[in-house]
């Protein structure tokens, strides 16, 4: 099938479709291997890691339930503040879950781990963290991703659900994007998920 040409503002592809595809399925093998019968909540972090969750999903090999958060960081924080708010809550009570949160990126590491001690302080019976890319040349919190599937550089990057201003999600791809894109409005400062 012809897709789109690759849009202008994309600097370099960083992670191929096909890397990906591989890595998915790295990342499902040890996260079945890993748990037991019992199952897993899987909790995906809205919106980025929509496509990421979905893969997984298809390939892991225990019983799986999906749910979805959602959070928002003040747009006008700064960073470190540490400030995070639910704006989208999980169905079900997570008591006595094995819960695997998934990240589509790691960056500061806020937003995980906040989202890790809310989820540990609901009575969950374990929580466990699958991030697609890491980029710990930008963390501030202490959280350390139990599965990751690539580490990044400090870069922005798009595509296989990760967004700028809400572009770009859809691309199969994970690419960086031409920085002259987001100087006027730096990315940290977007309070966009
Ligand atoms: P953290 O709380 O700083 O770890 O940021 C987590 C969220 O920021 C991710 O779930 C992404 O939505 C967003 N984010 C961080 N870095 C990038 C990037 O390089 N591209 C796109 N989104 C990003
Ligand atoms: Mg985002």
Redesign the pocket.
Known sequence: MQREPLPPEIETVLLTEQQIRRKVSELAAAVSADYGQSGILAIG?L???FIFLADLVREITVPVAVDFMAVS?YADAA?SSGE?RIIKDVTESLKCKHVLLV????????????LRDNIRSRGADSVKICAL?D?PA????D?RPDYVGFT?PD????GYG???AQRYRGLPFVAV?KKEVYTARP?ALRG??
């Open positions: 972090v919106k980025g890691a960081s960073e995070v990240e589509d990126i790691i960056d500061t590491g806020i937003t995980a781990a906040y890319l980029k930008r963390r501030v919190a959280v990044v870069e922005f990057v798009v990760l967004d700028y994007l990315p966009e998920r």
